[in-house]
């Protein structure tokens, strides 16, 4: 049942683009989608703001983010594990 209900969380996967307040990081997702009338393939973006209890994400990281209950008023995703850290291109 737990299981079953975790996997109705969202998960994204996206860049840490600030890491200046306290227990929280702004990610910036990008994602590429096909433009409905020219059919072109246009690059948009969006930032959530994602808890980090430990403060352990740093600028630059890659960082997966999962959906979560309301936590502030622009807060709704958890930072949940480190995918690739910053300057290790």
């Known amino acids: 049942m737990t ?3 975790k996997s109705l969380k969202r998960t994204l996967v996206g860049k840490v683009v600030s890491d200046k307040r306290n227990k929280t ?3 910036l997702i990008e994602r590429r989608v096909k433009h409905e009338l020219y059919g072109k393939i246009v690059g948009k ?3 959530y703001h ?3 209890e430990n403060n352990e994400y740093k600028l630059g990281d890659t960082i997966e983010i999962t959906e979560s209950r309301p936590l502030s008023k622009t ?3 958890v930072a949940t594990r480190l995918v690739q850290k910053a300057g290790l291109l």
Request: glycine share 0%; proline share 0%; no cysteine.
């Open 50 to 52: 994602a808890h980090d």
């Open 3 to 5: 299981e079953a209900k």
């Open 45 to 47: 973006s969006s930032k």
């Open 25 to 27: 990081v702004t990610v």
């Open 75 to 77: 807060k709704n995703w």
